[in-house]
């Protein structure tokens, strides 16, 4: 994509009324796909956009309530999913202090969201029934996308512009331009360029979708933090393509790392709120390599990267044993 391209944004709640359709397929006028920036990586836009959109959801969902002890239920993936809140005293918070909190607490657990997706589509789990999604698990750029998408709807509501469906597709449209903007993106050509460069290094062309190993480089490292996986100018250099490449080298890369907050007005944010996924007898043969004291009860965010690191291990094995068959060392 190139940043011109991009369309306005549709807001579609996924997380609380999704449409089954082709993978990656378009999502109304929106014209997603991926573009690379100086400061942020490979951005991929539908991530960025479904992670602002559950953000405003359940902030919708969890403002009037905030204080109390209360459970909000999510469409099964791998299994049965919630986010449990927890009572807490609301004297000495001003309103706009609460609508903070509401804001952060929204944007964490939709940000938690996206990391529980891509846990579940490691173990299988398939948004269109005929296509594995397991090529697509801890893909390098999904998790600081939704963290981006998670940053952006925070702003929106801090500065009320979720108050319609119209003012909030809007504005989104106008923040993710500009929020993209500021990570300084590269054009559709060098984009395009940049995905060759980096073939045979963070994924391999010769392997067909969906394939699990057509993808090469994943991210495994979760956490309210996020930095960017920027392509080094020693595989840009490597490639036919870096005359077109080289004005992006022209400085060092100096990748933009964000983060959400912890705690916010004396209020420890993890203490507020846990999603929680608990796994289907479909998908417990995945979870063979895990120690069962992890998950059989259900496991929620905290246990997110210690998960991820069981996958992470057993992925290596597997890549290993893949290139051994093909010959590569």
């Known amino acids: 994509m190139s940043l011109e391209e991009i369309g306005p944004h549709a807001y579609e709640a996924g997380t609380f009324s999704r449409s089954q359709g082709e993978p990656y397929g378009p999502k109304g006028g929106e014209n997603n796909g991926m573009l690379y920036t100086l400061k942020g990586g490979f951005i991929d836009l539908a991530h960025v956009r479904d992670t602002t959109d559950n953000t405003v959801a359940l902030f919708k969902r969890i403002h009037p309530r905030l204080g109390e002890e209360f459970t909000i239920e999510l469409p099964d993936e791998i299994g049965k999913r919630e986010i449990r809140f927890s009572a807490f005293e609301l004297n000495g918070l001003s309103q706009q202090q609460i609508l903070e909190l509401s804001a952060n607490l929204a944007a964490r657990m939709a940000y938690s969201m996206a990391e529980a997706h891509e846990i579940a589509q490691w173990h299988g789990y398939r948004t269109w029934v005929p296509w594995s999604e397991e090529v697509s698990a801890y893909s390098p750029e999904d998790v600081y996308s939704n963290m981006l998408g998670a940053k952006i709807g925070v702003a929106l509501i801090l500065n009320n512009l979720v108050m319609n469906l119209e003012s909030y597709n809007q504005h989104m449209t106008s923040w993710l331009n500009a929020a993209l903007t500021q990570l300084e993106p590269a054009s559709k050509e060098q984009t395009n360029a940049l995905f060759s460069a980096i073939d045979g290094h963070w994924w391999d062309s010769s392997v067909t979708m969906p394939d699990k190993f057509m993808l090469l480089k994943r991210h495994y490292e979760f956490g309210k933090s996020q930095s960017p996986h920027l392509v080094p100018k020693m595989l840009a250099k490597q490639n036919p393509n870096w005359p077109l490449l080289a004005p992006l080298f022209a400085e060092e890369p100096s990748p933009l790392t964000l983060a959400l ?33 992890l998950w059989r009860e259900g496991f929620s965010n905290k246990h997110f990267r210690l998960i991820s690191h069981y996958n992470q291990r057993q992925d290596q094995r597997e890549l290993q044993a893949h290139l051994e068959q093909r010959g590569d060392k």
Do not use: C, D, M, T
């Open 261 to 293: 907050p912890s705690e916010l007005h004396k209020q420890n944010l993890s203490e507020l709120a846990e999603q929680w996924l608990f796994v289907g007898a479909k998908y417990e043969k995945s979870f063979s390599h895990i120690p069962e004291s």
